[in-house]
């Protein structure tokens, strides 16, 4: 490696580094792979038009700023090149900025070093901004076609085609997150539905075996429901189930996931939490819960189970064991949680 700078000491090298940071354009990134913190250049935040240090120093946000159309090519060359299958970590892809558009970036990273296992300890990169190339090629490739056509006016006709392109863009943007906000949410509390819980817990999943961190499932429902249903009716049933959707949404973080499992039973993900963590919080939960009164001054408890993924274990032993616990919880009567 060529060696460009030699200081006396670290503090002259920090401010070296940190000067040049801040004042280079592209995207700078270094993830410490065994703490899970990600560091990023103040010029990774402009670039996209964030305000620096906007995110949490960690890979979900990354992640969570991929163009879905590229996300899975993206995951796939970033697990080649950590497991070893290839040689060289370098990808196009497309980042969420924050005026809600796309900026095009290539991303080259490289390992430097490991854990005595092999496995990857500390990883650099950088994000570079290659939109404007990408533009441009595009817009080559519509006038070339235009040539081949023998179409006059090629710079008019392409303007009236990126407008009119651009605007069924927006319009089919704003349907798919409609249509996926629907598909996605129960239509009676507002949370997530299963459908998205299951999708989302085999990301987590994903991202659990990847970055090799936590992560604990919780399932949870309301103690002798039915009676409460049989005595109030399904209305007032409906509002408390509202209203513990709503008392746990505001008591988790934003990472973690709430849905609906159906009836009165309950799931959350705690990505990055360790049994003992999510049991703790649950803890909490079950207290929040059973001193409130969420409709007609009705006293509401619930029973908690709590189980901890295990590397590469399958969704349905995950779920089997979450299960028991929640079974125990309410075989040794209800109102606690188990793990």
């Not at 460009?4 to 940071?21: C, E, F, G, M």
């Not at 990354?62 to 995951?75: F, K, P, R």
């Not at 090629?137 to 006059?152: F, M, P």
């Not at 392109?165 to 996926?180: A, G, H, T, Y």
């Amino acid at each position: 490696m060529h060696k460009t700078y030699q200081h006396n000491n670290v503090s002259d090298a920090d401010q070296t580094l940190n000067s040049i940071l801040d004042i280079i354009t592209e995207g700078v990134w270094d993830w410490d792979c065994n703490s899970q913190k990600v560091t990023r250049s103040p010029g990774w935040y402009r670039m996209l038009g964030y305000p620096v240090d906007a995110f949490r120093e960690d890979v979900f946000t990354w992640e969570n700023i991929i163009h879905a159309d590229d996300y899975a090519n993206v995951m796939q060359q970033f697990e080649n090149y950590i497991s070893g299958k290839i040689n060289k970590y370098e990808v196009r892809y497309r980042c969420k900025k924050f005026d809600g558009s796309y900026l095009w970036v290539t991303d080259r990273g490289l390992i430097v070093s490991r854990n005595s296992d092999g496995s990857a300890a500390r990883m650099i990169g950088a994000h570079q901004n290659i939109h404007n190339k990408i533009l441009a090629q595009t817009e080559l490739i519509e006038k070339n076609k235009l040539l081949h056509a023998g179409t006059l006016s090629l710079e008019k006709i392409i303007a009236e085609k990126t407008d009119e392109l651009e605007k069924k863009n927006q319009e089919l943007e704003r349907k798919i997150i409609e249509v996926e906000s629907i598909s996605n949410t129960d239509t009676l509390t507002k949370i997530a539905n299963r459908n998205f819980f299951e999708t989302e817990l085999t990301k987590e999943i994903n991202r659990a075996d990847r970055y090799r961190h936590d992560l604990t499932l919780v399932m949870f429902d309301l103690d002798k429901f039915k009676k409460i249903n049989d005595k109030f009716g399904h209305q007032v049933g409906d509002d408390i189930l509202c209203k513990i959707s709503e008392l746990v949404s505001n008591n988790i973080r934003d990472v973690d996931i709430l849905a609906r499992w159906g009836g009165d039973e309950f799931v959350i993900i705690f990505p990055e939490l360790s049994k003992e963590q999510a049991h703790n919080t649950c803890e909490k939960l079950l207290s929040i819960i059973s001193e409130s009164k969420p409709a007609n001054d009705i006293s509401i408890t619930c029973s908690f189970g709590v189980a901890q993924y295990q590397n590469k274990e399958s969704i349905q032993a995950l779920f089997k064991r979450v299960d028991k616990q929640l079974y125990i919880s309410k075989e040794q009567g209800r109102n606690q949680v188990c793990s």
